[in-house]
């Protein structure tokens, strides 16, 4: 009888973290990828990355299921391009993409997309993206260059969808098994520290390990996991984890270190505008500068103005400073007849001003 | 949570890196800096220490805050308000030689007011290497999380316990914890702080006949350096800190060492900084603009606005939510033995209300400050709740295991 119950109790267990091992599997979120996309944008951070689960239609996405931790870099590399980093958690495989890179009317031009998993990585084409955005909505006058491909978006709602590939929307069963069961420890171990917190608050484990419990008048043993292995899970899991930080934040790729101590190693990070503004602010010994024109516009939505501010200085943003930095085409600050141009470095024209 | 009375290695260790940077505030605050040379010591010696007596939690702190630092060397910083803010602040302070450079009323927009202990490291690793680049200073923020991955190996017992919070870390604070905001670092001193007030709780509950030795002393340390952590890293350390002493409370008024713990961190908090920049007449544009209550009435007047606010903290910490609601139900249910816990909970629903009142009031505009900083501020609130369902699960096996009743029947 006592065996009868004893196994009774255990199945139910089983029978109940099995139950319970989806819904932990959805908690935890193991399907992971980091998107990439390469991009001139006007305000970068108006962009959303949505992502879809659904097999049958990779292009159908939930309003809720979009990418948190969106990084718009708000920074250009030399050829003027931002770069926008997207972490995914899904619960199921990631099928498909969408793209909203603008909530108003913008001229936005893209030069790459890419999406990495853990093991894995999908890069698209020129070709391939035009496509995608050939099908996407308020989006017109696309037109292609060499490796680039520049459109309009209209309206408040503007995007396009992304299948991905099956290397990244096929988890190998290998991984899919791993982490049911992974999932259903979880559930079980839950399970187990409510049945000891609940029925036998006063229980401790005996000298095998396992865990005495009183159900009616018998008596079983649950068998729990020693604390080697618990800890050896708990480092498993941190590895992986570790794994996966790396993996989606680096790529894997730590072949940068060496050029971290490089006092100029900055290219990524600062708009050309400033690197042009810093060449004439060597060249002409400033110490105060005022930005012209949309290059100076609002004092922190301005995305050369905050980078002029930081990375150039201890030169100074000073309101009334004779120096006045505009772009080559700005006709405003060319026809001002207190102002005469003094010096020139590609897209940026350095004034002296009276007033 | 530990049998042993005498000092643990990684709390140690804990409290030498936060030595270093406490007296690199100081340093600084009079033109000079505490070299990197030191961190690099206390690392290596750690290490050896590790490596010879074969502790696991110090080994694998020692091993994240290697990985981190790769990280953080690869490539240079490229969040908007890491440049503009903290590290800006670090190279001003690096240039004029002086922490209180960014005090000097340049640049207002860049908050000159916001508390700089990463900044001043940043400045240290710059003036270490003798010049700014992009990318060195970045590993600051390692040197500022060092400490808190000690703490956190200290309260922690089990090395499996240990691995899955420093996963659960990762996890939470993932896009964030190495971008140059301080918002991760808030996170995990918040968590320690809310765990050390419920260890504090749970020893001073407990019989006093119970066969364990009173770590009140070595949590009140944990705690106060919390605080001190919390409110040299950012504004809303202010709000927090006060939280989570509001909820020691009863605790501190019956201890007295306990409660010059708690005060210290504010002391020094304000010698430090915030004394000079009320001197400075530096503030926060949060409160420079006014009409607060009026704001928070006309929204909380407007289901759109208030709808907004729920969409973002369900977005971002709906899970965490309903473990919270869990894990309340449960300690008070079983208010006997996980009273302890209750003061914590309350310190993270405070936080909760305070974030509901800030964006309530706040004078941006509600969907523009939500979408751009309800993940990174809901941070806290989530590593909080996950620190404490963990430690309130570590708890209850670990009272299992401590039961008298070795092999006998369970008493009905």
């Given at each position: 009888?006592?065996?009868?119950?004893r196994n009774?109790?255990?199945?139910?267990?089983?029978?109940?973290?099995?139950?319970?091992a989806?819904?932990?599997?959805?908690?935890i979120?193991?399907y992971?990828l980091?998107?990439?996309l390469?991009?001139?944008h006007?305000?970068?951070?108006?962009?959303?990355v949505?992502?879809s689960?659904?097999?049958?239609?990779?292009?159908?996405?939930?309003?809720h299921?979009?990418a948190?931790?969106?990084?718009?870099?708000?920074?250009?590399?030399?050829?003027?391009?931002s770069?926008?980093?997207?972490y995914?958690?899904?619960?199921?495989?990631?099928?498909?993409?969408?793209l909203?890179?603008?909530?108003?009317n913008n001229?936005?031009?893209?030069?790459?997309?890419?999406?990495?998993?853990?093991f894995?990585?999908?890069?698209f084409?020129?070709k391939?993206?035009?496509?995608?955005?050939?099908?996407?909505?308020?989006?017109?006058n696309l037109?292609?260059?060499?490796?680039r491909?520049?459109?309009?978006?209209?309206?408040?709602?503007?995007?396009f969808?992304?299948?991905?590939?099956?290397?990244i929307?096929i988890?190998?069963?290998?991984?899919?098994?791993?982490?049911?069961?992974?999932?259903?420890?979880?559930?079980m171990?839950?399970?187990?520290?409510?049945?000891i917190?609940v029925?036998?608050p006063h229980a401790?484990l005996?000298n095998?390990?396992?865990?005495p419990?009183?159900i009616?008048?018998?008596?079983?043993?649950?068998?729990t996991?020693?604390?080697?292995?618990?800890?050896?899970?708990?480092?498993c899991?941190?590895?992986?984890?570790?794994?996966?930080?790396?993996?989606?934040?680096?790529?894997?790729?730590?072949?940068?270190?060496?050029?971290?101590f490089d006092?100029?190693?900055?290219?990524?990070?600062?708009p050309p505008?400033v690197?042009?503004?810093?060449?004439?602010?060597?060249?002409?010994?400033?110490?105060?500068?005022?930005l012209?024109?949309?290059?100076g516009r609002?004092e922190?939505?301005?995305?050369?103005?905050?980078?002029?501010?930081?990375y150039?200085?201890?030169?100074?943003?000073v309101a009334h400073s004779k120096?006045?930095?505009?772009?080559?085409d700005d006709?405003?600050s060319?026809?001002?007849?207190?102002?005469?141009?003094?010096?020139?470095?590609e897209g940026?024209?350095?004034y002296?001003?009276?007033? | 949570?530990?049998?042993?009375?005498?000092?643990?290695?990684?709390?140690?260790?804990?409290l030498?890196?936060?030595?270093l940077?406490?007296?690199?505030?100081?340093?600084w605050?009079f033109?000079?800096?505490v070299s990197?040379?030191?961190y690099?010591l206390?690392?290596?010696?750690?290490?050896?220490?590790g490596i010879?007596?074969?502790?696991?939690?110090?080994l694998?702190?020692?091993?994240?805050?290697v990985?981190?630092?790769?990280?953080?060397?690869?490539?240079?910083?490229?969040?908007w308000?890491?440049?503009?803010?903290?590290?800006?602040?670090?190279?001003?302070?690096?240039?004029h030689?002086?922490?209180?450079?960014?005090l000097?009323?340049?640049?207002?927009?860049?908050?000159n007011?916001?508390?700089?202990l990463?900044?001043?490291?940043?400045?240290?690793?710059?003036?270490?290497?003798?010049?700014w680049?992009e990318?060195?200073?970045?590993s600051?923020?390692?040197?500022?999380?060092?400490?808190?991955?000690?703490?956190?190996?200290?309260a922690?017992?089990s090395?499996g316990?240990f691995?899955?919070w420093?996963?659960?870390?990762?996890?939470?604070c993932?896009?964030?914890?190495?971008?140059?905001y301080?918002?991760?670092l808030?996170?995990?001193?918040f968590?320690?702080?809310?765990?050390?007030?419920?260890e504090?709780?749970?020893?001073?509950?407990?019989?006093?006949?119970?066969?364990?030795?009173?770590?009140?002393?070595?949590w009140?340390?944990?705690?106060s350096?919390s605080?001190?952590?919390?409110?040299l890293?950012?504004?809303e350390?202010?709000?927090?800190?006060?939280?989570?002493?509001?909820?020691?409370?009863?605790?501190?008024?019956?201890?007295f060492?306990?409660?010059a713990m708690s005060?210290?961190p504010?002391?020094?908090?304000?010698?430090?900084?915030?004394?000079?920049?009320?001197?400075?007449?530096?503030?926060?544009?949060?409160?420079?603009?006014g009409?607060?209550?009026?704001?928070?009435?006309?929204?909380?007047?407007?289901a759109?606005?208030?709808g907004?606010?729920?969409?973002?903290?369900?977005?971002f910490?709906?899970?965490?939510?309903i473990?919270?609601?869990?894990?309340t139900?449960?300690a008070?249910?079983?208010?006997r033995?996980?009273?302890?816990?209750?003061?914590?909970i309350a310190?993270?629903?405070?936080?909760?209300v305070?974030?509901?009142?800030?964006?309530?009031?706040?004078?941006?505009?509600?969907?523009?400050?939500?979408?751009?900083?309800?993940?990174?501020?809901?941070?806290?609130?989530?590593?909080?709740?996950?620190?404490l369902?963990?430690?309130?699960?570590?708890e209850?096996?670990?009272?299992?295991?401590?039961s008298?009743?070795?092999g006998?029947?369970?008493?009905a």
């Open positions: 009888m006592i065996r009868i119950k009774l109790s255990l199945l139910v267990l089983i029978l109940l973290a099995s139950a319970l989806p819904v932990v599997h959805d908690l979120k193991p992971r980091r998107v990439e390469t991009f001139r006007e305000s970068p951070t108006d962009s959303e949505y992502f689960t659904s097999r049958k239609n990779p292009t159908y996405v939930r309003s299921d979009v948190p931790f969106v990084t718009p870099t708000e920074d250009r590399n030399a050829n003027g391009l770069r926008l980093v997207a995914i958690a899904a619960r199921k495989p990631v099928t498909g993409l969408r909203d890179p603008s909530n108003n001229q936005i031009t893209i030069e790459s997309l890419s999406v990495h998993s853990l894995s990585e999908g890069k084409n020129s391939e993206i035009e496509s995608f955005l050939k099908t996407g909505e308020g989006i017109s037109r292609a260059t060499d490796t491909l520049q459109f309009d978006t209209i309206g408040n709602d503007a995007h969808s992304v299948p991905l590939p099956p290397e929307t988890p190998t069963r290998f991984e899919a098994a791993i982490w049911y069961v992974v999932s259903w420890l979880i559930a171990g839950m399970l187990l520290l409510l049945k917190s029925f036998a401790k005996n095998n390990g396992a865990l419990i009183r009616g008048k018998a008596r079983i043993y649950l068998p996991i020693s604390a080697r292995i618990y800890n050896l899970l708990g480092i899991l941190l590895g992986y984890t570790m794994v996966q930080f790396i993996g989606l934040t680096v790529g894997m790729d730590f072949s940068h270190v060496q050029k971290a006092k100029d190693r900055i290219s990524e990070a600062i505008e690197f042009w503004i810093k060449a004439l602010v060597n060249r002409q010994g400033i110490e105060t500068f005022v012209a024109g949309d290059l609002g922190d939505e301005s995305m050369v103005f905050q980078r002029a501010t930081e150039l200085y201890p030169t100074k943003v120096w006045v930095f505009a772009r080559a006709q405003e060319a026809t001002r007849p207190d102002c005469k141009p003094r010096d020139r470095q940026i024209t350095l002296a001003c009276e007033k | 949570m530990r049998a042993k009375n005498s000092i643990d290695p990684p709390l140690l260790a804990g030498i890196f936060t030595a940077n406490l007296l690199n505030l100081v340093a605050a033109g000079h800096h990197i040379g030191f690099l206390t690392f290596g010696l750690t290490l050896i220490y010879w007596t074969r502790r696991a939690k110090l694998i702190v020692c091993l994240v805050l990985i981190f630092m790769l990280i953080t060397l690869n490539d240079p910083l490229t969040g308000d890491a440049r503009s803010i903290w590290f800006f602040h670090g190279k001003r302070i690096f240039l030689h002086s922490l209180y450079a960014p000097d009323g340049y640049a207002p927009w860049t908050h007011d916001y508390p700089i990463v900044p001043a490291l940043a400045a240290s690793v710059a003036a270490t290497v003798g010049y680049n990318v060195v200073p970045r600051a923020e390692v040197l500022a999380l060092a400490p808190a991955l000690f703490f956190g190996a200290h922690f017992r090395v316990n691995c899955v420093l996963s659960l870390l990762v996890y939470v993932w896009g964030e914890i190495l971008g140059g301080m918002d991760s808030i996170a995990i001193h968590s320690l702080a809310v765990l050390a007030l419920a504090i709780y749970r020893v001073k509950n407990q019989h006093p006949d119970a066969d364990q030795p009173d770590t009140t002393p070595r009140g340390l944990v705690l350096i605080l001190l952590n919390l409110l890293l950012k504004n350390g202010l709000a927090l800190s006060a939280i989570v002493v509001v909820c020691a409370l009863p605790l501190l008024l019956k201890d060492k306990l409660l005060a210290l504010f002391v020094v908090f304000a010698g430090i900084w915030k004394i000079p920049v009320l001197h400075a007449k530096v503030s926060t544009d949060l409160i420079e603009q009409g607060q209550l009026q704001r928070g009435l006309q929204r909380l007047n407007s759109g606005d208030l907004l606010i729920y969409d973002s903290f369900n977005q910490s709906h899970w965490f939510a473990a919270l609601v869990c894990l139900a449960y008070i249910l079983k208010r033995q996980l009273a302890y816990l209750l003061p914590s310190a993270i629903l405070a936080y909760a305070v974030l509901i009142a800030v964006y309530l009031t706040t004078f941006h505009e509600l969907a523009w400050h939500l979408s751009t900083s309800a993940d990174r501020v809901l941070l806290t609130v989530n590593l909080a709740i996950g620190t369902v963990l430690y309130a699960l570590a209850i096996l670990n009272q299992a295991r401590h008298p009743y070795w006998k029947p369970t008493p």
